[in-house]
């Protein structure tokens, strides 16, 4: 069965200083990847896919993520946040069963200070 | 382009009784549509998916229900709810092997 775990439920950080926000999943067979990120009593919105080719991923807003199969993580970075970052993130990983149901992990709040 | 909507946005029901929350997807043809709910500080569970009219695949049991009359639209039911039926529903839509979903705004309801 597959899984997604995300290691950090909270991540505090400071106005343009860099962060990383860390995806591991599980799955036996090759895998599609993807980051959502959801602002207060939103809903849910694509930042990045992976489905195959370039390991290193770049979305939306000056996110980028990279996958490593050795590893079985997909790590979501940005170089330098902003106040606007602040939001719930979410990595999911494509359902094997088909009909492209995501799996998701519990989420990652982000706050960024200034 | 494709839109998603979901209404209402809030809704603050008593316990026992009955839930009925709408989704539409404007924009594309015959879309998989998915009901996922996200409780307090936890992540998403998929609850129901459809591949096509009157088609309803059922994740987890439970006390809701969900149906799909026309080819965009997608509706989520309850007879009676319960306190933990509580939380932020939200519809999707996808179409194509391997791709995103697209999520609507959600719905947050309270049962009191």
């Known amino acids: 069965a597959q899984s997604v775990t995300q290691l950090d439920s909270q991540v505090p950080v400071f106005e343009e200083a860099p962060v990383e926000l860390r995806c591991n999943y599980s799955s036996s067979v090759s895998v599609y990847l993807f980051w959502y990120v959801q602002y207060p009593n939103q809903g849910l919105q694509l930042l990045l896919k992976y489905l195959s080719g370039s390991t290193l991923v770049k979305g939306i807003n000056g996110f980028e993520a990279e996958f490593n199969k050795s590893q079985t993580s997909f790590h979501l970075r940005k170089p330098s946040v902003h106040i606007s970052d602040t939001a719930e993130y979410f990595c999911a990983v494509l359902s094997l069963g088909g009909y492209n149901k995501l799996i998701f992990g519990a989420g990652t709040r982000l706050a960024v200070h200034p | ?112």
């Open chain 2, 1 to 112: 382009s494709q839109t998603i909507h979901q209404w209402p946005a809030t809704l603050v029901q008593p316990v026992g009784s009955p839930l009925s929350l709408e989704c539409t997807v404007e924009g594309t043809s015959n879309p998989n549509l998915y009901w996922y709910r996200q409780a307090a500080g936890r992540g998403l569970q998929l609850l129901f998916y459809s591949v096509g009219i009157g088609q309803i695949s059922s994740e987890v049991p439970q006390n809701l229900s969900a149906s799909r009359p026309q080819d965009r639209q997608f509706i989520l039911s309850s007879k009676k709810l319960l306190l933990s039926d509580s939380g932020f529903y939200l519809c999707a839509w996808g179409v194509g092997d391997n791709s995103p979903l697209h999520f609507g705004n959600g719905t947050r309801l309270t049962v009191t």
